[in-house]
């Protein structure tokens, strides 16, 4: 008896999700993005200095490991800060994209035995009707390696990808912090 019970429960779940499904397709709510901005940011002042030390043909063990970097390479970083607004059910950003970095990570700065430190997340959650803001000293778009200067005024396009599949373009504009 317990048995069929359990298999009849079951069936009803079954339908309940299918029917959640038919009405997911018909939403057109989810995760849209409002005030974004990247932190402005210059690809070259390391470079800039290393080449001067080297010029003077003074070697610090400091310039010799910035000469790694092999002029072209950048390490110069920024992020993206914005707040993700969502009317429909809770979804996730997964994946950030931008053509102006190498690299393009989803953070969050978490608090580790008292020093502030930067983390990659698999995803940032949005709840159902609710919002989660990217901003400084929290959840941000981390951009590595710069493929230009990120100078005031500029845009900056990320694409962003939700859990539910969709896809965001954001035009963000370059701020001074
Ligand atoms: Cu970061």
Wanted: aromatic share 2%; glycine share 10%; proline share 3%.
């Amino acid at each position: 008896m317990r048995r069929i019970a359990i298999f009849i429960t079951a069936a009803f779940v079954a339908l309940a999700l299918a029917g959640c499904g038919a009405n997911q397709t018909t939403q057109t709510g989810g995760i849209t993005v409002r005030d974004p901005w990247v932190r402005a940011a210059m690809m070259n002042v390391a470079g800039d200095q290393s080449g001067a030390m080297g010029n003077m043909g003074q070697s610090t063990p400091m310039a010799g490991m910035s000469d790694h970097g092999h002029g072209s390479e950048s390490s110069a970083v920024s992020a993206a800060y914005m707040v993700l607004v969502n009317n429909g059910a809770a979804d996730a950003i997964v994946k950030a994209e931008s053509d102006v970095a190498k690299s393009v990570e989803l953070h969050n700065v978490i608090m580790e035995n008292n020093v502030m430190q930067m983390r990659q997340v698999e995803a940032i959650e949005v709840p159902a009707n609710g919002q989660v803001e990217l901003k400084p000293g929290s959840f941000h778009v981390m951009l590595i390696g710069l493929n230009r200067d990120l100078k005031e005024g500029d845009e900056v396009t990320i694409t962003l990808t939700t859990r539910s599949g969709k896809t965001i373009e954001v035009k963000a504009p370059v701020r001074k912090p």
